[in-house]
């Protein structure tokens, strides 16, 4: 009996000690402590663990905004969340929305499940309405899991579509270090050198230009393209 009570002791000192540590490490509030403990848990995670450097996404601190990546791995959203000190609201593929065990998590940080069939009117309409309620939804415009070493450059027309009903910035970041590339698992698993490049926010009239998809999927993707010629294709 007495053993028993030791051990329960120890596992609940031990819970405790992991919700503290997440708490402490925890920069946005996600309007639940489960969350918060969980947001902290990925910082450490990231910053220690996959050793992340480089720029924080500098989001206003209120209203609503978009943050757009290259998508190389599992990794990406927590990398992100570990770079942003606002929640973010993920568009996420169904298959893996629904993914057994996971569900719950994504649930639970209000992710937008995408219909990748081609049924995607009502995840649009969703992250419009997060967006015009002053959340920040994150999105990978290559669609999947891309590789810079992968010839296709171009974004898919959704960002642009979206940014036509919404007046919001849009945060691009390209992520660089992962080991385990191409991989959902392997590249959480595999120690990296992570690191985050934080680009200007571009303005909606920025995709009014006839490139705009191919720009940015190159600046994403690490290919010669100069950001700051972003902030003069439109005044």
């Known amino acids: 009996m007495i053993d ?15 919700i503290a540590i997440g708490l402490k490490a925890n920069k946005a509030d996600w309007g639940f402590w489960i969350t918060n403990v969980i947001d902290g848990w990925i910082r450490v995670f990231c910053r220690r663990y996959h050793r ?15 943050v757009i990546a290259n998508h190389i791995s599992g990794l990406d959203p927590f990398l992100l969340i570990a770079s942003c000190h606002r929640p973010l609201r993920f568009m996420i593929a169904k298959e893996e929305y629904e993914r057994f065990g996971l569900n719950w998590m994504f649930k639970l940080a209000g992710c937008i499940p995408v219909d990748r069939s081609g049924r995607v009117d009502k995840a649009f309409r969703e992250v419009i309405r997060n967006v015009n309620n002053g959340e920040v939804v994150a999105l990978f415009p290559h669609g999947k899991i891309h590789l810079d070493t992968e010839e296709k450059t171009h974004i898919k027309p959704g960002l642009r579509k979206l940014t036509q009903k919404l007046a919001c910035s849009v945060f691009p970041a390209r992520i660089e270090g992962v080991r385990g590339q191409g991989s959902v698992f392997t590249g959480v698993i595999l120690r990296g050198k992570t690191r985050l490049t934080s680009f200007p926010p571009l303005a909606q009239s ?20 100069d950001p700051d010629s972003f902030q003069h294709s439109k005044s």
């Open 206 to 225: 920025h995709f009014e230009t006839d490139d705009i998809d191919y720009q940015l999927g190159a600046l994403l993707l690490g290919r010669a393209v």
């Open 4 to 18: 028993y009570l030791l051990i329960m002791l120890v596992i609940v000192s031990v819970f405790l000690i992991l």
């Open 52 to 66: 992340l450097n480089g720029d924080n996404i500098n989001l206003p601190e209120t209203g609503g905004a978009i």
